[in-house]
Antibody, heavy 122, light 111 residues
Framework: EAQLLESGGGLVQPGGSLRLSCAAS????????MSWVRQAPGKGLEWVSG????????YYADSVKGRFTISRDNSENTVYLQMNSLRAEDTAVYYC???????????????WGQGATVTVSS | QSALTQPASVSGSPGQSITIFCSGS?????????VSWYQQSPGKAPKFMIY???IRPSGVSDRFSGSKSGNTASLTISGLQAEDEADYYC???????????FGGGTRLTVL
């Protein structure tokens, strides 16, 4: 069974940094693209970042471009989200998610982690 | 990239059918057959319910069905059950640089 497990959330001051990790198991991680999706308190889902399986290209929502960096370590079956220059509006639960079509992070997300909570506050 | 438009809330009684609409544009919903739907219960991660407009993943009840007409996609739930009460989100491939956009979400209340 495919599973994703996020870690690394916490409380950080505005302007600070945090790195989220998402450990994958139960599938061939290296063949898949991945996405990060967040949900601010009481709000809807917002796609944050992603990459396709066969490409080194990465993609970001305008709201995080230049501040967040997505990366992967196939030897560790882990995808990361490095978050810098954090703002109050980045406060959210962050989910990592696997695409239903391995190579395309944008055609539907069939496996989700339980989420990691990030709170940006002084 | 603007979010897809969904009604804030819908409701129905047990046994009834309801439909949630997801409105976009020719640059997303109308232009591609890559609309997905997710169900999210309070405090839980989203659950994948429909992809490519109308395909149900293994394990999803056949009471859930998806369709599309023009720039609007829809999720229909038939034989409404109390356990269907949740938030529902649509998403679509989009030709924008991000390639994916979500709807604002619809809260389904089972009366």
């Amino acid at each position: 069974e495919a599973q994703l497990l996020e870690s690394g959330g916490g409380l950080v001051q505005p302007g600070g940094s945090l790195r989220l990790s998402c450990a994958a198991s139960g599938f061939t991680f290296s063949s898949y693209g991945m996405s990060w999706v967040r949900q601010a308190p009481g709000k809807g889902l917002e796609w944050v970042s992603g990459f396709s399986g066969s490409s080194s290209s990465t993609y970001y929502a305008d709201s995080v471009k230049g501040r967040f960096t997505i990366s992967r370590d196939n030897s560790e079956n882990t995808v990361y989200l490095q978050m810098n220059s954090l703002r109050a509006e980045d406060t959210a639960v962050y989910y990592c998610a696997r695409p239903v079509y391995a190579d395309y992070y944008y055609y539907g997300l069939d496996v989700w982690g339980q989420g990691a909570t990030v709170t940006v506050s002084s | 990239q603007s979010a897809l438009t969904q009604p804030a809330s819908v409701s129905g009684s047990p046994g009834q059918s309801i439909t949630i609409f997801c409105s976009g544009s020719s640059g997303d919903v109308g232009g591609y057959n890559h609309v997905s739907w997710y169900q999210q219960s309070p405090g839980k991660a989203p659950k994948f319910m429909i992809y490519d407009v109308s395909i149900r993943p293994s394990g999803v009840s056949d009471r859930f069905s998806g369709s599309k007409s023009g720039n609007t996609a829809s999720l229909t739930i038939s034989g409404l059950q109390a356990e269907d009460e949740a938030d529902y989100y649509c998403s679509s491939y989009t030709r924008s640089t991000t390639h994916v956009v979500f709807g604002g979400g619809t809260r389904l209340t089972v009366l």
